[in-house]
Protein backbone atom coordinates (compact mmCIF):
# COMPACT_ATOMS: atom_id res chain seq x y z
CA UNK A 1 0.00 0.00 0.00
CA UNK A 2 1.27 3.51 -0.74
CA UNK A 3 2.05 5.86 2.36
CA UNK A 4 -0.39 9.18 2.46
CA UNK A 5 1.07 11.58 0.45
CA UNK A 6 0.71 13.70 3.26
CA UNK A 7 2.30 11.48 6.24
CA UNK A 8 5.56 12.10 4.31
CA UNK A 9 5.18 15.57 3.36
CA UNK A 10 8.40 17.82 4.34
CA UNK A 11 8.04 20.87 6.19
CA UNK A 12 10.22 24.01 6.93
CA UNK A 13 10.28 27.17 8.20
CA UNK A 14 11.31 30.07 10.60
CA UNK A 15 10.68 29.56 14.46
CA UNK A 16 11.88 33.07 16.52
CA UNK A 17 12.85 32.28 20.07
CA UNK A 18 11.95 35.62 22.22
CA UNK A 19 12.47 36.26 25.82
CA UNK A 20 13.67 38.69 28.38
CA UNK A 21 17.58 38.94 28.87
CA UNK A 22 19.20 36.41 30.22
CA UNK A 23 16.24 33.47 30.45
CA UNK A 24 18.45 30.75 28.36
CA UNK A 25 17.68 31.74 24.51
CA UNK A 26 21.14 30.66 23.14
CA UNK A 27 21.56 27.70 25.43
CA UNK A 28 18.18 26.60 23.78
CA UNK A 29 19.34 27.28 20.25
CA UNK A 30 22.86 25.33 20.98
CA UNK A 31 20.81 22.51 22.35
CA UNK A 32 18.58 22.68 19.46
CA UNK A 33 21.05 22.48 16.51
CA UNK A 34 23.25 20.14 18.51
CA UNK A 35 26.17 22.43 18.36
CA UNK A 36 27.43 25.65 19.75
CA UNK A 37 26.85 28.35 17.20
CA UNK A 38 25.76 30.95 19.66
CA UNK A 39 27.94 32.29 22.59
CA UNK A 40 26.55 32.46 26.01
CA UNK A 41 27.19 34.23 28.99
CA UNK A 42 25.85 35.07 32.85
CA UNK A 43 25.57 38.43 31.45
CA UNK A 44 22.12 39.59 30.37
CA UNK A 45 22.02 41.08 27.38
CA UNK A 46 24.76 38.96 25.09
CA UNK A 47 23.21 38.19 22.11
CA UNK A 48 23.31 41.28 19.66
CA UNK A 49 22.74 39.68 16.57
CA UNK A 50 19.61 37.50 15.10
CA UNK A 51 21.74 34.11 14.87
CA UNK A 52 19.59 31.65 12.91
CA UNK A 53 20.58 28.02 13.59
CA UNK A 54 19.73 25.37 10.94
CA UNK A 55 18.48 22.17 12.13
CA UNK A 56 17.85 19.35 9.07
CA UNK A 57 15.79 16.32 9.55
CA UNK A 58 14.61 13.79 7.32
CA UNK A 59 11.63 15.12 7.30
CA UNK A 60 11.62 19.15 8.32
CA UNK A 61 14.31 22.02 8.17
CA UNK A 62 14.14 24.30 10.79
CA UNK A 63 15.65 27.66 11.73
CA UNK A 64 15.70 28.71 15.00
CA UNK A 65 16.38 32.54 15.51
CA UNK A 66 17.81 33.71 18.40
CA UNK A 67 16.97 36.97 19.29
CA UNK A 68 19.00 39.61 21.45
CA UNK A 69 16.57 40.02 24.92
CA UNK A 70 13.62 41.95 24.88
CA UNK A 71 14.28 44.87 27.47
CA UNK A 72 13.67 48.59 28.10
CA UNK A 73 16.29 50.13 26.33
CA UNK A 74 19.05 52.92 27.49
CA UNK A 75 21.06 53.09 24.93
CA UNK A 76 20.94 53.66 21.12
CA UNK A 77 22.45 49.97 20.94
CA UNK A 78 19.17 48.60 23.31
CA UNK A 79 16.57 50.22 20.62
CA UNK A 80 18.11 48.87 17.84
CA UNK A 81 18.72 45.48 19.62
CA UNK A 82 14.52 45.58 20.07
CA UNK A 83 14.20 46.40 16.69
CA UNK A 84 16.03 43.23 15.33
CA UNK A 85 13.69 41.54 17.40
CA UNK A 86 10.84 42.95 16.08
CA UNK A 87 11.73 42.55 12.69
CA UNK A 88 12.64 39.22 12.69
CA UNK A 89 9.11 38.49 14.52
CA UNK A 90 7.50 39.75 11.05
CA UNK A 91 8.85 36.97 9.27
CA UNK A 92 8.54 33.60 11.15
CA UNK A 93 6.57 30.67 10.75
CA UNK A 94 6.21 30.52 15.21
CA UNK A 95 7.38 32.01 18.00
CA UNK A 96 8.68 30.39 21.11
CA UNK A 97 9.00 32.84 24.20
CA UNK A 98 11.66 31.42 26.91
CA UNK A 99 10.13 31.98 30.90
CA UNK A 100 12.89 31.03 32.79
CA UNK A 101 11.44 28.12 35.69
CA UNK A 102 12.98 30.26 38.30
CA UNK A 103 11.96 33.63 37.96
CA UNK A 104 8.58 34.97 38.51
CA UNK A 105 6.42 36.35 35.47
CA UNK A 106 7.13 40.11 35.18
CA UNK A 107 5.84 43.23 32.61
CA UNK A 108 8.41 42.01 30.87
CA UNK A 109 7.05 38.98 29.67
CA UNK A 110 3.65 40.28 29.53
CA UNK A 111 5.39 43.09 27.09
CA UNK A 112 6.85 40.28 25.06
CA UNK A 113 3.55 39.07 24.78
CA UNK A 114 1.47 41.78 23.23
CA UNK A 115 4.80 41.37 20.47
CA UNK A 116 3.54 38.42 19.18
CA UNK A 117 -0.44 38.69 20.10
CA UNK A 118 -0.61 38.12 16.40
CA UNK A 119 1.72 35.37 15.63
CA UNK A 120 -0.60 31.61 14.69
CA UNK A 121 2.13 29.57 16.14
CA UNK A 122 2.98 30.66 19.76
CA UNK A 123 4.99 28.30 21.82
CA UNK A 124 6.26 28.63 25.58
CA UNK A 125 9.50 26.93 27.02
CA UNK A 126 9.86 26.51 30.52
CA UNK A 127 13.55 27.05 30.45
CA UNK A 128 15.88 25.76 33.11
CA UNK A 129 13.68 23.22 35.35
CA UNK A 130 16.82 21.72 36.41
CA UNK A 131 17.20 24.66 38.67
CA UNK A 132 13.68 23.90 40.54
CA UNK A 133 11.99 21.29 42.92
CA UNK A 134 9.43 19.49 40.77
CA UNK A 135 6.78 21.01 43.31
CA UNK A 136 8.02 23.90 42.37
CA UNK A 137 7.63 23.42 38.52
CA UNK A 138 3.98 22.53 39.23
CA UNK A 139 3.30 25.39 40.35
CA UNK A 140 5.31 27.71 37.98
CA UNK A 141 3.33 25.52 35.16
CA UNK A 142 0.02 26.53 36.53
CA UNK A 143 0.78 30.35 36.45
CA UNK A 144 2.69 30.46 32.75
CA UNK A 145 -1.08 28.31 32.15
CA UNK A 146 -2.66 31.97 33.94
CA UNK A 147 -0.08 34.23 31.97
CA UNK A 148 -0.95 33.04 28.41
CA UNK A 149 -4.80 33.17 29.42
CA UNK A 150 -3.92 36.87 31.10
CA UNK A 151 -2.21 37.74 27.70
CA UNK A 152 -4.89 36.44 25.24
CA UNK A 153 -2.11 34.33 23.94
CA UNK A 154 -3.51 31.20 21.71
CA UNK A 155 -0.33 29.03 23.12
CA UNK A 156 -0.29 25.59 21.40
CA UNK A 157 2.24 23.99 23.78
CA UNK A 158 3.91 25.07 27.33
CA UNK A 159 6.91 22.93 27.13
CA UNK A 160 9.20 22.61 30.84
CA UNK A 161 12.81 22.35 29.76
CA UNK A 162 16.37 21.72 30.31
CA UNK A 163 18.40 22.78 27.52
CA UNK A 164 21.72 22.41 29.43
CA UNK A 165 20.54 18.56 30.77
CA UNK A 166 18.82 18.23 27.11
CA UNK A 167 15.94 17.51 28.99
CA UNK A 168 12.76 17.49 26.39
CA UNK A 169 14.41 19.98 23.74
CA UNK A 170 13.75 16.65 21.73
CA UNK A 171 10.07 17.07 22.12
CA UNK A 172 10.33 20.39 22.09
CA UNK A 173 11.71 20.19 18.62
CA UNK A 174 9.13 17.85 17.49
CA UNK A 175 6.34 19.36 18.26
CA UNK A 176 7.64 22.91 16.71
CA UNK A 177 8.07 21.26 13.65
CA UNK A 178 4.79 19.81 13.09
CA UNK A 179 3.89 23.81 12.89
CA UNK A 180 5.37 24.43 10.07
CA UNK A 181 4.46 24.89 6.81
CA UNK A 182 4.75 22.48 4.14
CA UNK A 183 8.13 23.05 2.08
CA UNK A 184 11.47 21.99 0.76
CA UNK A 185 14.59 22.66 2.53
CA UNK A 186 15.00 26.51 2.30
CA UNK A 187 19.13 25.99 3.02
CA UNK A 188 21.74 23.41 1.97
CA UNK A 189 20.97 20.57 4.56
CA UNK A 190 24.73 20.70 5.60
CA UNK A 191 24.78 23.90 7.18
CA UNK A 192 23.88 24.69 10.52
CA UNK A 193 23.95 28.46 11.07
CA UNK A 194 23.78 31.26 8.04
CA UNK A 195 26.05 33.36 10.27
CA UNK A 196 29.47 34.85 8.67
CA UNK A 197 32.33 33.07 9.83
CA UNK A 198 33.83 36.56 10.52
CA UNK A 199 30.77 37.66 13.62
CA UNK A 200 31.43 33.95 14.72
CA UNK A 201 34.92 34.71 15.15
CA UNK A 202 34.14 38.00 16.84
CA UNK A 203 31.49 36.45 18.82
CA UNK A 204 33.91 33.86 19.93
CA UNK A 205 36.64 36.66 20.97
CA UNK A 206 33.78 38.85 22.77
CA UNK A 207 32.84 35.63 25.05
CA UNK A 208 36.35 35.00 26.18
CA UNK A 209 36.64 38.47 26.81
CA UNK A 210 33.65 39.15 28.96
CA UNK A 211 33.79 35.56 30.76
CA UNK A 212 35.31 37.40 33.83
CA UNK A 213 33.99 40.87 33.81
CA UNK A 214 31.44 42.59 36.00
CA UNK A 215 29.26 45.56 36.33
CA UNK A 216 28.95 48.20 33.12
CA UNK A 217 32.25 46.39 31.34
CA UNK A 218 30.78 43.40 29.24
CA UNK A 219 28.15 45.38 27.83
CA UNK A 220 30.54 48.40 26.85
CA UNK A 221 33.02 45.30 24.77
CA UNK A 222 32.39 44.67 20.97
CA UNK A 223 35.15 42.93 18.97
CA UNK A 224 35.42 43.76 14.96
CA UNK A 225 38.15 42.04 12.52
CA UNK A 226 40.44 44.24 11.22
CA UNK A 227 41.74 41.57 8.98
CA UNK A 228 42.02 37.94 8.35
CA UNK A 229 43.59 35.33 5.91
CA UNK A 230 44.69 31.91 5.12
CA UNK A 231 48.29 31.22 4.56
CA UNK A 232 48.67 29.64 1.49
CA UNK A 233 49.33 25.83 1.04
CA UNK A 234 48.56 25.72 4.90
CA UNK A 235 45.66 25.16 7.22
CA UNK A 236 46.57 28.31 9.29
CA UNK A 237 44.74 31.69 9.58
CA UNK A 238 46.14 34.96 10.60
CA UNK A 239 43.64 36.93 12.27
CA UNK A 240 43.75 40.31 13.84
CA UNK A 241 40.76 41.98 15.58
CA UNK A 242 39.92 45.47 17.52
CA UNK A 243 38.60 44.90 20.94
CA UNK A 244 36.29 48.58 21.35
CA UNK A 245 35.48 49.58 25.02
CA UNK A 246 34.00 52.37 25.62
CA UNK A 247 36.81 54.26 28.38
CA UNK A 248 40.16 54.18 29.29
CA UNK A 249 39.14 52.52 32.55
CA UNK A 250 37.77 49.59 31.12
CA UNK A 251 40.96 49.52 28.60
CA UNK A 252 43.03 49.01 31.79
CA UNK A 253 41.04 46.40 33.25
CA UNK A 254 40.96 44.43 29.76
CA UNK A 255 44.51 44.54 29.89
CA UNK A 256 44.96 44.18 33.08
CA UNK A 257 48.57 44.40 34.52
CA UNK A 258 51.45 43.67 32.77
CA UNK A 259 49.09 42.60 29.72
CA UNK A 260 48.04 39.74 32.06
CA UNK A 261 44.00 39.44 31.43
CA UNK A 262 44.35 40.35 27.61
CA UNK A 263 46.86 37.50 27.27
CA UNK A 264 44.62 35.17 28.75
CA UNK A 265 41.03 36.23 26.86
CA UNK A 266 43.66 35.96 23.78
CA UNK A 267 44.56 32.15 24.81
CA UNK A 268 40.95 31.20 25.43
CA UNK A 269 39.46 33.12 22.13
CA UNK A 270 42.40 31.00 19.96
CA UNK A 271 41.11 28.22 21.56
CA UNK A 272 37.33 28.82 20.57
CA UNK A 273 38.52 30.07 17.06
CA UNK A 274 40.40 27.20 16.30
CA UNK A 275 38.24 24.66 17.11
CA UNK A 276 35.24 26.69 15.21
CA UNK A 277 37.95 27.05 11.96
CA UNK A 278 39.10 23.52 12.35
CA UNK A 279 42.61 24.61 12.15
CA UNK A 280 45.51 26.68 14.08
CA UNK A 281 45.54 30.82 13.63
CA UNK A 282 47.48 33.55 14.89
CA UNK A 283 44.98 35.72 16.41
CA UNK A 284 46.49 39.29 17.49
CA UNK A 285 44.16 41.68 19.46
CA UNK A 286 44.01 45.16 19.80
CA UNK A 287 42.40 47.07 22.19
CA UNK A 288 40.81 50.48 21.41
CA UNK A 289 38.53 53.02 23.49
CA UNK A 290 35.54 54.27 20.94
CA UNK A 291 34.09 56.48 23.01
CA UNK A 292 30.38 55.77 23.96
CA UNK A 293 29.89 53.65 21.10
CA UNK A 294 26.57 52.21 22.08
CA UNK A 295 25.44 55.83 21.77
CA UNK A 296 26.81 56.66 18.48
CA UNK A 297 24.64 56.15 15.56
CA UNK A 298 27.71 56.21 12.91
CA UNK A 299 29.86 53.93 15.42
CA UNK A 300 26.79 51.53 15.75
CA UNK A 301 26.60 51.52 11.91
CA UNK A 302 30.21 51.28 11.53
CA UNK A 303 29.84 48.31 14.08
CA UNK A 304 26.76 46.39 12.40
CA UNK A 305 23.91 47.23 14.22
CA UNK A 306 22.08 49.07 11.37
CA UNK A 307 18.64 50.60 11.07
CA UNK A 308 15.77 48.70 9.83
Not at 261 to 280: D, H, M, N, P
Amino acid sequence: MEPDATSVQHKAGFVAIIGRPNVGKSTLVNALVGKKIVITSKHPNTTRNPIRGIISRPDFQMIVVDTPGIHKPKTLLGTRLNAMVTENLESVDAALICLPADEEIGQGDEFIARQVANQKQVFIAVTKVDRVKKEDLMNKLVSVGEFAARTGLRVAEIVPISAKESEQTELLLELLAAKLPNSPSLYPEDMDSDQAAELTICELIREAAIEDLYEEVPHSVVVSIDEMSKREGKEFYDIHVTLHVERDSQKSIIIGPQGSRLKAIGIRARGSVETFLGAKCYLGIHVKVSKEWQRDARALTKLGFTEK
